[in-house]
């Protein structure tokens, strides 16, 4: 797929206040600094269109981004950043959840990963949360870069054994950088078979 349009349409903390056309709509999560808002910008090819920031916590609302005037893109919060407050994080993470279990046409979550990263118990808990509830997601391993190719197919190589000691099967896995462009084209193409399926508008 080409991405010919992409625009921002509106940020909420609520996710009842969040756009009610029935559009497919896939979002970004994982935790804070993992990439999230560079892999859209990557991905839509505008370099500016979410805000990024070297310094984790960046993100602290939903954001609707309207692609192709046919489908959405949402960036969300990060999660697991200690140097918040108690309060501010569990808001966060009331923001994050309701919006997660929340949306129908969410047809599917990227949870993000840094490649250079063994598996996190954050992360780990964070996807058998999702399991839990149904919720389905891709993994998204990013910041490929910054390793070499071995050590970028070693990490990831380990991560899926691990996987595979809580989970009967893995899930898509994507592996990018938002530097390089490395796998624009393969996350593109997922979201463009997932968009032939109907959109989903209530909870079955
Ligand atoms: P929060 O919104 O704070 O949760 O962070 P985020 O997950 O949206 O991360 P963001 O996209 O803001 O990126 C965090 C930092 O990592 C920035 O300094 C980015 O430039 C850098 N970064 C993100 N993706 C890549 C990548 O693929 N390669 C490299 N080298 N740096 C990256
Ligand atoms: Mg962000």
Known sequence: MQVTSAKFKVSNTDVAKCPTDAMHEYAFIGRSNVGKSSLINMLTGKRKLAMTSATPG??????????????????????GYAQRSKSEREKLERIISSYILGRPQMTSLFVLVDSRHKPQKIDMEFMEWLGENGVPFAIVFTKLDKLSRTAGVANIEAYKKELLEHWEELPPIFITSSETGQGRQELLDYIEELNQLPVQTEFS
Do not use: M
């Not at 954001?63 to 893109?73: A, T």
């Open 58 to 79: 960046k993100t602290t609302l939903i954001n609707h981004f309207i692609i192709n005037d046919s489908w959405y893109i949402v960036d969300l919060p990060g999660y």
